[in-house]
């Protein structure tokens, strides 16, 4: 079992950063592919990022490279999303989950936490 609880999140202007941290419970948790994603109002979930269980391997969306970066420190069961030049349209609930699948997809996910809100202004 793996919990998963996110912070980090808030109202920031566009051009701003923003760093969100995912903190996991259990013992496991360097066995997970670690995965960011998010959803915003009105619209289907879209994954953001993924880092791989030692955190050598990254992955994401094609739209976000160059903006956002994922990483993972696993003495500290901790994953990141830093998040730079942040746009008005990356408004949404970000989500972080665990899969055991790589490259993990929106239906391999076995854990995931409640979210936390990201609302960039123009």
């Known amino acids: 079992q793996v919990q998963l609880v996110e912070s980090g999140g808030g109202l920031v202007q566009a051009g701003g950063s923003l760093r969100l941290s995912c903190a996991a419970s259990g013992r496991t948790f360097s066995s997970y592919a670690m995965v960011w994603f998010r959803q915003a109002p009105g619209k289907e979930r879209e994954f953001v990022a993924a880092v791989k269980w030692s955190g050598q391997r990254t992955y994401y969306a094609d739209s976000l490279k160059g903006r956002f970066t994922i990483s993972r420190d696993n003495a500290k069961n901790t994953v990141y999303l830093q998040m730079n030049g942040l746009l008005p349209e990356d408004t949404a609930v970000y989500y972080c989950?665990?899969?055991?699948?790589?490259?993990?997809?929106?239906?391999?996910?076995?854990?995931w936490g409640q979210g936390t809100q990201v609302t960039v202004s123009s």
């Open positions: 989950a665990a899969s055991t699948v790589w490259i993990p997809t929106m239906r391999s996910l076995d854990y």
